[in-house]
């Protein structure tokens, strides 16, 4: 079974010489189509080469190692050749020199083994190297990229090139370099040595490469480069009905019957299978063909008839027969080569382009002179901004935050609500107009400044893998225990930590789990720590639960004072608190004013309120109701959590609803 | 190897497989036997008479073109196989991915599985049926060989056969070493994985502390343990990777001796020699290519190991005489329920008269969720039975189940498609009207209004395109559309704006009317609309009766509400 069969094309299995390629099917589907020719100086191949500058002598070193293990492995098969010229010369035989040529072979094999393993272990050594490097590099890049560039992009896939992409490089650093050297540098070696020998049966030893090198234009023809479109879309709507099947499976199931997605997964994957085949079977046959071309038997039969006709038509010297059969086999190396690892290859070649990708992002263009902002009153001036050219989300936006106040922004999703509180801590430059801090525009504090000044809580609450303590400390790092402690108070999430495992130091996600709403209470404690002037807060809407809500609250009123708070607020009770309250709609503020103003007008904020005055006369019933004074719920913070919803899935949370809470 | 990639297969294959090996195998003696032919060639060529040769160099060319037969006729029908396969194969996998249950469905399954049925899928069988055919021939033919010079001189054979044992010995340990490495390895990596997007998530926050990709401890730790594992990784192939090699050239090295001390004692022709040993330099080759072929074999062996892990996760069983539940009033009976090395579901028994709305209320962790999934029967129960009607959820038909049951979950999935497409789902056989009343009685109109296609409006992959409120409507309206007569509502209007929960909440009312309903709820306002309450902690019922009743008893019920209460005083 060898649905890969036409892999083959460019990458015949020839267990022959120093090279033995095993390619795979898919990748060389695309080298019968670009043919050797991609191998070489690909947009891809510079860049990796830029990043590999610093390793140029290392690889060096790598691939002479090689060339001379590899040349030296030629040794042995001399070694029998000059065995048959002393025993098949006429006379007596020359037993000193017989010894010395197998001892010359035996040593010729030792060197290829100390080589080629030395270059082996220096060439994987090497690659790790290179890894930590392109790794740290990536990282270093990443933590420097505009914040709002994160947005667009999917957290797993940016882990994938950090880790998978990078991986992939290996065959190119520790394989192919040495591996594609010596498939040319030794059939050359061989070939001049041939050539020395009989220049006929040279060139009649040429014939199988020759054969298999005719065949291959017949692999690029137009109809194959058009199987190979086909198949490459036929894939895409494989992985695109895939995700939507495991994706919805829910919904399917939930809802019965439909199987929808699932016949659409079935008919991409037949649809993919009859592609495939279509093209196996347009290249299976010249495939097949090349690989008998350059098989060893068949080899091995072109030298012997050229060799007897040779020999019998007078002209040869049987001894001189001897190395063709031998070292004949080992011309096939270079055509093999051209198809050796071609998938891993196209893979890498990938890879380095996502990596190049990642490393091409310009970082957050920082200020040249970077100016101190003056206070922290912040002012909007006409802003606009959107993720694309066509589409804006924000249309001339003009807002002063004055400090000591709390600004809330209402409005229905999709307004902008969330985009405009990004741009405070410089997620996104606006695209018109200005946001300035202090008097100074944004774009001119320098980023530790920014942050420094304005700390934030956004509902995607990511914990990282350290303990709680460090975890409120994030932004302040050499935070007194004291300290950490009191803003985990105030958080409402003190009495919860306590009850971890080991408290402050418990690792989260490995000791123990906390719920979305311990989380979020976390991340407000976090920024209580670091107590800057501006804080911008989303209010949660997911995972919330009373305590969070009333940790929220509280930070609200803490911050009180000569802090300028930006909040987006989901509950009528945080806007009630507000100074102001700004009412967004479509990327404009429609409305604005102090909550009680705005609710003795008649205009939108009125209307809101409206239609939510019948849900809090519900809920504010229940007041008299629970009026018996339990002690404050922090009790309900009992719960044992094992869950860890912060745990690091690559999958931006696809699924939460799938797993037992 | 071969017996999991025949378990990966199934049945129906294996034979085919099998018959596709031992062509190969076939194939690969063929080949070693044809070079049989090469000694009296050789031997007339070194010879004195090199005239006669000609006659055994036809039959070694006939011996080539029966091998080019075989290889051409081994090629193509695996090929054809591998196709097949291939079809197979995704059907098998589709087929039981279908069947799975939703419970089976985690987090972190989604994207491993979208990865495994996309790319995983072809890499295991191209992988596998590329490497079959070589590594047949790497073991087979240099075997082949062996005997072929034992043939002719059993001294030299006996010497290259003692490679043999040797060279399993090594195949078989490398295997077990790196096995373990790359078990680390794997580790290692998810490990570093993790770190990254946890760097990448915590971006905001680490700049805020100063501490850009360098300076961040965490993540450079693991890049560098994760350099140690590779450098262990390679530790540990590469003994095998030399010592096979050493092995080889050792015995090229004996034969190439014995070869040399025999012919000067002239126990054996010169030309008898010369031949053994470019026979014995043709089995070498493919001994020496094994190493190679071992480590991309290793590489398949990953994939194939979670396609079995998946294809051997079990689906829910169906019941073999399904029972269609007539009424449809809800019960738990001692219902306990275990996941991930936790009870979730500790000996809880309750029940929900037809047409009654209970409400369940708890802390996160409590296991809320898990209860609607009990009842959807997402998952089996470890003790105690689910019933619908009166009948266990394990002995009605899923297909039943599903028809009884109309679910509303906080995270909507909806498929790329129109908006009427994916209300539609909830009853494909629906007429237009009853779409739209159903839209309309979930406040989709506006959405619609507003999106620039309107019906015929793309929402986008996963609903991209429409906000946590908005895909929530059409939910909503799907279930509506669905009319089933039990309903689960899973914290539905937690994530939502004010103008979008008054909406949803104008649907729910809709779609609670005249059915059995189970609300999982953080607000009172649901919660207010319920007959009855339970209070979950722990995966038992700490306190259950109405709104009212709970409040005043003042305990855990009470508790908790009493923050979101004093909260609303202050404001």
């Keep these: 079974m060898r649905p890969s069969q036409p892999a083959t094309a460019t990458g015949p299995v020839t267990a022959t010489g120093p090279i033995t390629t095993t390619d795979s099917a898919i990748g060389s589907a695309t080298a019968t189509a670009t043919g050797a020719a991609a191998t070489a100086g690909s947009p891809a191949e510079q860049g990796l080469a830029g990043l590999l500058r610093p390793y140029a002598w290392s690889f060096a070193g790598v691939v002479i190692l090689q060339v001379i293990g590899a040349v030296a492995g030629l040794a042995p098969l001399l070694a029998v050749v000059e065995l048959g010229r002393a025993l098949l010369a006429p006379g007596p035989i020359d037993h000193g020199h017989v010894w010395s040529v197998v001892i010359a072979g035996a040593a010729g094999l030792f060197v290829r083994l100390v080589f080629t393993a030395a270059s082996a272990g220096t060439g994987h050594v090497l690659d790790g190297r290179v890894q930590l490097a392109f790794r740290r590099r990536l990282a270093a890049r990443l933590g420097r990229v505009p914040i709002g560039w994160f947005s667009r992009r999917r957290t797993g896939e940016l882990a994938k090139v950090v880790g998978q992409d990078v991986s992939a490089v290996h065959p190119f650093i520790a394989h192919a370099p040495g591996e594609l050297v010596s498939a040319f540098v030794v059939p050359l070696v061989s070939l001049v040595y041939l050539f020395t020998v009989d220049w006929r049966l040279t060139l009649i030893t040429l014939i199988p490469v020759v054969l298999a090198v005719a065949l291959v234009p017949l692999l690029m023809l137009p109809a194959r480069t058009r199987e190979q479109e086909e198949f490459d879309a036929a894939m895409g709507r494989i992985a695109g009905s895939v995700v939507e099947f495991v994706q919805g499976i829910a919904v399917v199931k939930a809802f019965g019957g439909s199987g929808r997605a699932h016949r659409a997964f079935l008919s991409a994957a037949d649809d993919f299978v009859a592609t495939f085949s279509r093209w196996v079977r347009g290249v299976s046959a010249v495939a097949a063909g090349m690989q008998l071309a350059l098989s060893p038997p068949f080899v091995l039969l072109v030298v012997l008839a050229g060799g007897a006709a040779l020999i019998t038509t007078g002209g040869m010297a049987p001894a001189d027969l001897l190395p063709f059969p031998l070292l004949g086999l080992g011309l096939t190396a270079p055509v093999a080569a051209l198809g050796h690892g071609f998938d891993d290859m196209q893979a890498a070649r990938r890879a380095v382009g996502r990596i190049r990708d990642v490393l091409a992002v310009r970082s957050l263009p920082e200020p040249a002179h970077p100016v101190a902002p003056r206070g922290h009153r912040v002012e909007l001036r006409g802003v606009r901004f959107g993720y694309r050219a066509d589409h804006e989300v924000l249309r001339g936006i003009d807002l002063v935050l004055e400090p000591g106040t709390v600004t809330a922004v209402v409005g229905p999703s999709g307004s902008g609500k969330s985009t405009l509180v990004r741009l405070l801590p410089r997620f996104f430059d606006p695209s018109h107009g200005s946001v300035t801090m202090g008097g100074v525009d944004l774009r001119e504090i320098g980023s530790r400044d920014l942050y420094r000044t304005v700390s934030f809580v956004f509902q995607d609450v990511r914990l990282l893998r350290a303990s709680v303590a460090d975890n409120i400390a994030l932004a302040v790092p050499y935070a007194d225990r004291d300290d950490v402690i009191r803003a985990a108070r105030l958080a409402n999430v003190h009495d919860r930590i306590l009850e971890l495992p080991r408290g402050y130091e418990t690792v989260i996600g490995e000791e123990a789990g906390l719920s979305g709403g311990e989380a979020q209470r976390i991340s407000i404690a976090r920024a209580l720590l670091a107590d800057t002037p501006v804080l911008v807060l989303d209010e949660a809407t997911a995972f919330a639960d009373p305590q969070t809500e009333q940790a929220v609250r509280r930070a609200l009123a803490t911050l009180e004072g000569d802090r300028t708070v930006l909040v987006?607020?989901?509950?009528?009770?945080?806007?009630?608190?507000?100074?102001?309250?700004?009412?967004?709609?479509?990327?404009?503020?429609?409305?604005?004013?102090?909550?009680?103003?705005?609710?003795?007008?008649?205009?939108?904020?009125?209307?809101?309120?409206?239609?939510?005055?019948?849900?809090?006369?519900?809920?504010?019933?229940?007041?008299?109701?629970?009026?018996?004074?339990?002690?404050?719920?922090?009790?309900?913070?009992?719960?044992?959590?094992?869950?860890?919803?912060?745990?690091?899935?690559?999958?931006?949370?696809?699924?939460?609803?799938?797993?037992?809470? | 190897m071969i017996r999991m990639l025949?378990?990966?297969?199934?049945?129906?294959?294996?034979?085919?497989?099998?018959?596709?090996?031992?062509?190969?195998?076939?194939?690969?003696?063929?080949?070693?036997?044809?070079?049989?032919?090469?000694?009296?060639?050789?031997?007339?060529?070194?010879?004195?008479?090199?005239?006669?040769?000609?006659?055994?160099?036809?039959?070694?060319?006939?011996?080539?073109?029966?091998?080019?037969?075989?290889?051409?006729?081994?090629?193509?029908?695996?090929?054809?196989?591998?196709?097949?396969?291939?079809?197979?194969?995704?059907?098998?996998?589709?087929?039981?991915?279908?069947?799975?249950?939703?419970?089976?469905?985690?987090?972190?399954?989604?994207?491993?599985?979208?990865?495994?049925?996309?790319?995983?899928?072809?890499?295991?069988?191209?992988?596998?049926?590329?490497?079959?055919?070589?590594?047949?021939?790497?073991?087979?033919?240099?075997?082949?060989?062996?005997?072929?010079?034992?043939?002719?001189?059993?001294?030299?054979?006996?010497?290259?056969?003692?490679?043999?044992?040797?060279?399993?010995?090594?195949q078989i340990r490398t295997a077990r070493s790196t096995a373990a490495a790359d078990a680390e390895g794997h580790e290692r990596d998810k490990e570093a994985t993790g770190r990254v997007v946890e760097f990448l998530q915590a971006q905001p926050v680490l700049r805020a502390g100063g501490r850009s990709g360098e300076r961040f401890e965490l993540l450079d730790d693991s890049l560098r343990e994760l350099r140690r594992a590779s450098r262990r990784t390679v530790l540990a192939t590469l003994p095998g990777a030399v010592g096979l090699t050493l092995t080889v050239q050792a015995v090229f090295t004996v034969v190439l001796a014995l070869g040399a001390y025999l012919a000067l004692g002239g126990s054996i022709g010169a030309a008898e020699v010369l031949t053994i040993l470019v026979l014995a330099a043709r089995c070498a080759d493919p001994l020496l290519s094994l190493s190679d072929i071992g480590g991309k074999l290793r590489g398949a062996r990953s994939e194939l190991d979670r396609l079995d892990t998946v294809l051997r996760a079990e689906p829910l069983p169906e019941p073999r005489e399904p029972v269609r539940p007539v009424r449809h009033d809800l019960e738990f009976a001692s219902v306990t329920f275990r996941h991930g090395g936790r009870t979730v579901i500790d000996d809880l028994s309750l029940s929900v008269p037809q047409g009654q709305r209970l409400a369940v209320v708890g802390p996160s962790g409590a296991g809320k969720s898990t209860l609607l999934q009990l009842l959807a029967r997402f998952h089996d129960v470890d003790a105690g039975a689910v019933r619908v009607g009166g009948v266990d959820v394990r002995a009605v038909s899923t297909e039943v189940l599903m028809a009884q049951i109309a679910i509303v979950f906080q995270d909507v999935y909806l498929f790329d498609g129109t908006i009427?497409?994916?209300?539609?789902?909830?009853?494909?056989?629906?007429?237009?009207?009853?779409?739209?009343?159903?839209?309309?009685?979930?406040?989709?109109?506006?959405?619609?209004?507003?999106?620039?296609?309107?019906?015929?409006?793309?929402?986008?992959?996963?609903?991209?395109?429409?906000?946590?409120?908005?895909?929530?409507?059409?939910?909503?309206?799907?279930?509506?559309?669905?009319?089933?007569?039990?309903?689960?509502?899973?914290?539905?209007?937690?994530?939502?704006?004010?103008?979008?929960?008054?909406?949803?909440?104008?649907?729910?009312?809709?779609?609670?009317?005249?059915?059995?309903?189970?609300?999982?709820?953080?607000?009172?306002?649901?919660?207010?609309?319920?007959?009855?309450?339970?209070?979950?902690?722990?995966?038992?019922?700490?306190?259950?009766?109405?709104?009212?009743?709970?409040?005043?008893?003042?305990?855990?019920?009470?508790?908790?509400?009493?923050?979101?209460?004093?909260?609303?005083?202050?404001?």
Excluded: C
């Design chain 2, 6 to 170: 025949l378990r990966v297969l199934g049945p129906e294959y294996a034979r085919t497989l099998r018959r596709t090996v031992i062509l190969m195998t076939i194939t690969a003696t063929a080949e070693g036997l044809s070079y049989a032919l090469l000694v009296p060639v050789l031997r007339a060529l070194l010879g004195d008479t090199p005239a006669d040769a000609g006659p055994w160099l036809v039959a070694f060319g006939a011996a080539v073109a029966g091998y080019a037969v075989l290889r051409y006729v081994s090629d193509l029908s695996g090929m054809r196989v591998g196709t097949t396969m291939l079809r197979g194969m995704y059907h098998r996998l589709g087929e039981h991915l279908a069947r799975l249950p939703i419970g089976w469905y985690g987090a972190g399954r989604v994207g491993e599985v979208s990865v495994m049925a996309g790319q995983g899928l072809l890499r295991a069988m191209s992988i596998m049926a590329h490497l079959l055919a070589p590594f047949i021939a790497a073991l087979v033919t240099p075997l082949t060989i062996v005997v072929v010079m034992l043939a002719f001189d059993w001294r030299l054979g006996l010497a290259a056969l003692a490679a043999a044992p040797v060279v399993a010995v090594i």
């Design chain 1, 568 to 661: 987006i607020a989901h509950r009528l009770e945080t806007v009630a608190d507000a100074d102001t309250v700004v009412v967004l709609e479509n990327g404009e503020i429609v409305e604005r004013g102090g909550p009680a103003e705005l609710l003795a007008g008649n205009g939108r904020f009125a209307a809101f309120w409206r239609s939510h005055r019948s849900a809090l006369a519900d809920e504010a019933g229940t007041e008299t109701g629970a009026g018996t004074e339990t002690g404050a719920g922090t009790e309900t913070g009992t719960e044992t959590e094992t869950e860890t919803e912060t745990e690091t899935e690559t999958d931006d949370g696809v699924s939460r609803g799938g797993e037992p809470r």
């Design chain 2, 420 to 571: 009427e497409e994916n209300v539609r789902l909830g009853r494909p056989g629906a007429s237009e009207a009853e779409v739209r009343a159903a839209a309309t009685a979930a406040r989709l109109e506006e959405v619609i209004g507003r999106l620039p296609g309107g019906w015929a409006a793309d929402v986008g992959e996963g609903g991209a395109l429409l906000s946590g409120g908005e895909r929530q409507r059409v939910s909503i309206a799907r279930a509506l559309l669905k009319d089933a007569p039990v309903v689960l509502l899973d914290e539905v209007t937690s994530a939502l704006d004010p103008v979008n929960e008054a909406a949803v909440h104008d649907g729910i009312e809709r779609l609670m009317a005249g059915r059995t309903v189970v609300m999982v709820a953080h607000r009172m306002r649901t919660v207010r609309r319920a007959d009855r309450v339970v209070f979950l902690d722990g995966g038992r019922i700490v306190e259950e009766g109405g709104h009212d009743e709970l409040l005043r008893r003042g305990g855990r019920y009470a508790g908790f509400w009493e923050i979101s209460a004093s909260a609303m005083r202050t404001g």
